[in-house]
């Protein structure tokens, strides 16, 4: 198992409302990612964190926004939920100049309802 | 961005060895070849990287030939516990961005016993 950790395991969530997911890196890592995993589809891209500043975004709207902390951790916010937004996210936690060598948490299964 | 193309599914037998085969055609110069495992309700975990010949870890061996437009990841003699999704990914493997890290939908290995 990696050192990477994610809050909560499971969530569901209404339509319309707001999520705060978390996610603790792996010790001495200082770039954290996110990623949404459909069901039966590859991880897709979010964002990425590094010195508590974004650093690169996918295709998502702004409505998915996030926070990086002194200690390296992160948070996934994500407002106005929307149905297609049930998936498991993942948070990565990597050296900022190796993010192909990735280490990701168990996830967090969000279901919106 | 190298695109790749794998086998959406693959079936083999405890104690065989199992090769997954990766295209990557338009693979650049700085780009290096990731292989990632992921079990159900898990995130992806790193097996494998190279650049070019041949790279062996606990794990599994990675085999690019000199033209680096496909790889091969070997995992030999498998067990039930390998059943799982593989991505094979390619990109600038020193670089800082997470977004230039695509995975696509996998290959999903099924192993029998």
């Known amino acids: 198992e990696t050192g990477v950790t994610q809050s909560p395991t499971h969530l569901i969530k209404t339509r319309g409302q707001q999520v705060t997911l978390r996610c603790s890196s792996q010790s001495g890592h200082n770039t954290v990612s996110w990623y949404q995993q459909a069901l039966g589809q590859g991880p897709q891209f979010i964002f990425q964190?590094?010195?508590?500043?974004?650093?690169g975004r996918g295709n998502f709207p702004p409505r998915f926004s996030g926070l990086q902390f002194p200690n390296y951790s992160s948070e996934l916010n994500v407002n106005a939920l929307e149905l297609d937004d049930s998936a498991l996210y993942l948070c990565?936690?990597?050296?900022?100049?190796?993010?192909?060598?990735?280490?990701f948490g168990p996830g967090t299964r969000l279901t919106v309802t | 961005l190298a695109k790749t193309t794998q086998p959406i599914s693959m079936d083999s037998y405890e104690g065989q060895e199992v090769n997954i085969t990766c295209s990557h055609n338009?693979?650049?110069?700085?780009?290096?070849i990731t292989w990632y495992q992921q079990f159900p309700s898990q995130g992806p975990r790193f097996i494998i990287q190279g650049y070019k010949t041949k790279v062996t870890n606990e794990v599994a061996s990675l085999f690019i030939p000199a033209d680096r437009k496909s790889s091969t990841l070997s995992l030999p003699r498998v067990s039930l516990s390998d059943t799982a999704v593989y991505y094979c990914l390619v990109g600038d493997s020193r670089g800082s961005s997470a977004s230039k890290i695509i995975f696509g939908s996998g290959t999903r290995l099924s192993i029998r016993p």
């Open positions: 964190y590094y010195r508590e500043e974004e650093n």
């Open positions: 338009n693979i650049a110069t700085n780009d290096y």
């Open positions: 990565a936690s990597s050296f900022r100049d190796r993010v192909d060598e990735q280490y």
